[in-house]
């Protein structure tokens, strides 16, 4: 009842929709009782009137508590203890059963709002600056495909000023990795032999020191399906992960950018999923002979929880890089 009233009056107070001021006090509230007991401190929350109002994207401002207050409303004390900035999360697909896999209940579980853009349907990509973060994820065309799929010429724009204009967090998966080098000037070519089913790759001395990989055993067990790799990756990139097929698995560029040419977001049912995609299941026979698709499910079936919490543990340490998360 009183965050209702809390957002009905604050609505009014601030002509924004009711909705969304209640989505935010709940989000604050909810943070608050996580964190820790909410008789033990008391912040008060102001809102920002200008262009970039802070609950117009359902974002909260903590202040000091001797700031001055614009109404008796806004001293409402909400107990909160620390800045809750709900994050949004942009993320380009490029076929619809290459979604974030496990990261979606993880995604769901922090509270974050994201929003797909399924480029391969012809969906625009929307206005940058409205996102927080930035998720590219995998899919069967190769990155040197953009007269077959012109999209890729804006997409790779896109991700080119995301990550040197807006400086904001990025973070690739598969074809993701890669359109992360080819757009920043790197260079990705065939392999001589695809890299294929369950298998492991090694965090280098830089992956070790990553904050992205914080946490994590330098082998990690994996999903691979793929047949291209960063060849040579951008100016100033750090090579994080390799394996004897694949030189660069994972690699960060500067201080907010990362890919990762492996997969652990995977689920029961990504395997088989995938494996309905043509071009997967070509280079699956092709590398591993008939009946391999169920040989590799039942070889990752013992490893699903070990995936889960490699994902849980690279999430949490990609939201540590985003600005106002609460991670």
Known sequence: DEVLMMADVLSREKELEKDVVFLAIEAALATATRKRNRE????????????????????????????????????????????????????????????????RALLDEARIQWDVVEL???????????????????????????????????????????????????LGFCLGHQLLADALGGVCSLQAMPEIGILGVELTADGRADPLFAGIEPHIQCLQWHSVEVNT?????????????????????????????????????????????????????????????????????PLFAKFRNVSQILFNNFLDHVPGSTN
């Open 120 to 170: 391969d349907a012809g969906e625009e990509i929307p206005a940058l600056e409205s996102y927080d973060a930035l998720w590219v994820m995998g899919g069967p065309m190769d990155v040197w495909d953009e007269d077959k799929y012109p999209w890729l010429v804006p997409e790779k724009a896109a991700i080119r000023r995301w990550v040197c204009d807006l400086k904001k967090p990025y």
């Open 40 to 103: 033990d401190i008391e912040v008060r929350v102001s809102i920002n009137q200008g262009t970039g109002d802070y609950l117009a994207f359902r974002r909260w401002e903590i202040v000091d508590d001797d700031a001055e207050l614009e109404s008796p409303t806004s001293q409402m004390a909400l107990s909160v203890a620390k800045t809750h900035y709900p994050v949004k999360l942009l993320v380009f697909q490029h076929i619809e059963c290459e979604h974030p896999g496990v990261f």
């Open 233 to 301: 990756p951008p100016e100033g990139a750090r090579v994080l992960a390799s394996s004897e097929a694949c030189s660069c698995q994972a690699m960060r560029v500067g201080d907010n950018a990362w890919g990762i040419q492996f997969h652990v977001e995977l689920q029961e049912s990504t395997i088989p999923d995938w494996g309905q995609v043509p071009a997967y299941s070509e280079g699956l026979d092709q590398t591993s002979g008939p009946g391999s698709l169920e040989r590799m499910q039942a070889q990752a079936e």
